[in-house]
Each structure stands twice: as C-alpha cells, then as structure tokens.
C-alpha cells in the first residue's frame, strides 16, 4: 500500500503553503486507526492541494495514491477520500451546474501551461536544510514566478494544474466503477459523484450508473445514479418523474432538464417548480455520517432545481420567476445563493444596471426582484451575520449592496 509514495521529491512540489513535504505524512494518516488522525489529515489536505477550491503542482500527485486509498477494502472512512478526489478533479461543483463539465474548454485553457509549469522554481532547493530559518522565505519562490507571468500565461499555468489534476483522476474512472458494487453506501454513493464528471468516459460509466439505479433501494443512492447519468448526457427515464419517492424525482427532473434542455416536457418543469417551492427544511440531502445523501450542490436540491431551470424553454420563465421570488424570502446562507442567482439573471439579461437608473425606470420584474430583496433580511444574512457573498452577488447588477440600501433606493424607511 502507497508503494512509491516516498519516491516523489515532495519538497519540491508547491501547494497553497509552499513545499509539499508534508502531504506524505497526511496521505498514510488517512490509514490510521484514530478517527481524529484521519479528520486531521483530510482537513490538512484539504486546505493544502485543495486550498479555497485551487489545485496546485502537488495535487495531480497525491492523486493517484487517493484513489489506492479509496480502493483499499482496509482503508477506514473511504469515502472522505472520494470526495477529495472529486474536489481536486473539478474543483466545487456548483460551478458547473446545471451544465455538467466541460471538459474541452478545460483543455483548451491548458494550452501552454505545461511548459510554464516546466520553468516554475521548485519552493525549496534539493539540498536546503528543512530546518533552514529562511525556509518561508523560499516558499515564496513560487508565488513571486506565477505572479511574475502576464495574466494570460498565468490562466494556461493554472489551467494546466487543473487539467492535470482533473486527468489523474479520471485514470481512477475504472476503479470508480468497480467501486459502485462494493457494500458500503456513502462509497458507492461517492463513486456515483465522481463518475459524473468525467464525460470523456461517458459509456461505460453511464451503464455503470444504470445498474447502480436498478439494484440500490436507498433513494439517495438511486438519485445521485441518476443525477450522474443526466450529468453524462443520459436522460433519465420519464417514468421516474412518477416515482414515490421524492428526491428520485427530484433527480429525474434535474437530469431530463440537462439533457433535453428547451425541449424538456411539462411534467418535468412542474417537478421543478415545486422544488423551488419547496420547504427549505425539507431540500437538502446532505451527505450524513454513513455517507449517504446527495452530495451534488452541496445536498441542496431546491438550489440545484432553481439553476436547472434555464435550461429550460424560456415559455417557463414567468412561472420560473414567480417560484424563484417566492422562495427568495425562506432562505439563507448558502443556500440564498442560487436562488437569487437566477432571479437575478431572469430580471437582469442584459446584465448590470446602468448607474443612476431610478426605481421608477426599472423593468417591471427588476422592480418585483428588489422589492423582495428589500423587504427579506434572510437572504443577506448567515448564521445571523451579514453575508458577503450575497452582497456582493446583488452588487455585481448594480444594486445597492445591504437591504438597509435598498429600501432607501425605494424610498423606504431603513429602520
């Protein structure tokens, strides 16, 4: 097990610390027999190769003894190591949803960055002392090259770390297959995920995923297959949209929706509507303990809904609006973004306000959008304290940035 590990200079490999010499020691702790060795090493790694959602040179290394890891039957806890695998292949899912990846792009993106990865200072020298007190200082070797490159150069730089990461995790795609019969729900469960980002290898994984939906009785199992098949170009049955249970129905319109795009039918679009009307207790599977859940956005299928619904035809829109705006006031957090994502893209299509615009010149959905906003504290908050990110997502068409400025832009009172 882990053969090999100790043949890479990992000193010499950069991640969002520097030098990489400690992820070795973080790999085999991911064997230990103590819970809290191993929660300490996938947190460790986490924030190193996989650090606020960017790969580094590291990570396309570390990746081919994960997925030993995974595989091992003896491995305690595998699928916290699927989902690294997966973070590190595509980064945080919900940038690519609805839409699945597009690994093309992704390709082209890298064009080049091979060889500036080639010209890259290792962070430290082979034969530096690690106890060396200008250690941090080497370090920084890296950062001071990528930022020495242009803005073009540095985007095919990091893209190609990306991209070789994402292709040392798809060389695990054969086991992840193999890895949808083993007994363990949350690893069969995290298997399903990963395969949906691999569209290169769609075939095999797609009837892979079918026999996952056919033979599993967990609904939280049955519903990732399907959502990764959908992911794949694999329109689930229309049958499923009749399933007693509901997240299976859940995940058969998120999947129909990204196949058939403007030409998904009615009963499909219904489904979606009335997750976007959902409780918000009552729409969000995340991963529990043993693993099972759905870990697509994060567990949130009213999100996941919500944003599947531009694929749709644009007759749905108004209806769409209407669902999006009532739900807009129920949510916070997290789980305020999407919703709000999308109504803001269905008011504003062509994009950010013009400066000075009045209330009185806003387009009738524009005004029913912030009106809302104005009068929904929860949407601005989480966990009781303002929420940056929705801030700046309202900002970003021009509005005022706090609910205290919109209701003054509408001649509100802000007490």
């Known amino acids: 097990m882990l053969d090999g590990l100790d043949q890479i200079d990992w000193r010499r490999l ?3 610390y520097g030098s990489a010499g400690d992820v070795p020691g973080q790999l085999r702790a991911l064997r230990s027999p103590d819970p809290q060795e191993r929660q300490t090493a996938i947190g460790a790694l986490y924030a190193n190769i996989f ?42 899912d919900e940038r690519w949803l609805p839409e699945g990846f597009p ?12 060889e ?6 290792p962070p430290c020298d082979e034969d530096d002392d690690e106890d060396d007190e200008d250690d941090e200082k080497k370090e920084y070797v890296e950062y001071e090259y990528v930022e020495s490159l242009s803005a073009e150069d540095q985007g095919r730089l990091w893209g190609y770390i990306e991209l070789a990461a994402y292709d040392a995790a798809r060389a695990g795609v054969p086991l992840l297959r193999s890895l949808l ?16 980002w691999f569209p290169e290898d769609a075939a095999g994984s797609v009837a892979a995923l079918a026999a996952v939906r056919d033979a599993a009785s967990d609904a939280d ?22 399933d007693p249970r509901p997240v299976v129905r859940w995940a058969a319109a998120v999947g129909r929706a990204r196949v058939l795009g403007a030409e998904t039918d009615q009963a499909t679009v219904d489904e979606l509507l009335a997750w976007v009307a959902a409780s918000p207790d009552g729409s969000r599977r995340r991963p529990t303990g043993d693993g099972v859940g759905v870990p697509f956005h994060d ?11 531009r694929l749709v035809d644009p007759r749905h829109t108004d209806r769409a609006f209407d669902a999006l705006l009532g739900r807009l006031p129920t949510v916070t957090g997290s789980a305020a973004l999407p919703v709000a994502t999308e109504a803001l893209r269905l008011a504003f299509p062509d994009g950010r306000l013009s400066e000075g615009v009045p209330p009185a010149a806003l387009a009738p959905r524009q005004r029913r959008l912030v009106e809302v906003l104005a009068r929904s504290p929860e949407p601005w908050q989480i966990n009781g304290r303002t929420f940056g990110n929705f801030s700046m997502l309202v900002c970003e068409y021009g509005l005022p940035r706090s609910r205290e400025a919109m209701l003054t832009y509408l001649g509100g009172d802000p007490a």
């Not at 396309?60 to 305690?76: I, N, S």
């Not at 690994?103 to 080049?112: H, L, Q, S, T």
């Not at 500036?116 to 200072?121: G, N, R, Y």
């Open 221 to 242: 199992e049955v519903a990732t297959a399907v959502v990764a098949s959908g992911l794949l170009g694999s329109a689930p049955d229309a049958g499923l949209l009749a």
């Open 299 to 309: 567990g949130d299928l009213a999100g996941y809904a919500g944003l599947s619904l």
């Open 116 to 121: 500036l990865l080639a010209a890259k200072p």
């Open 14 to 16: 950069g991640h969002a």
């Open 51 to 92: 650090h606020q959602g960017s790969r580094h040179e590291a990570s396309a290394y570390a990746l081919p003894f994960l997925l030993e890891l995974a595989g091992d039957p003896a491995t305690p806890d595998p699928e916290l190591g699927l989902y690294l695998i997966t973070a590190l292949a595509i980064g945080y």
């Open 181 to 196: 019969t083993r007994p363990e729900p949350g690893v069969r469960v995290g298997a399903a995920y990963a395969l949906a």
């Open 103 to 114: 690994v093309a792009e992704f390709r082209r993106a890298a064009d080049g960055g091979r």
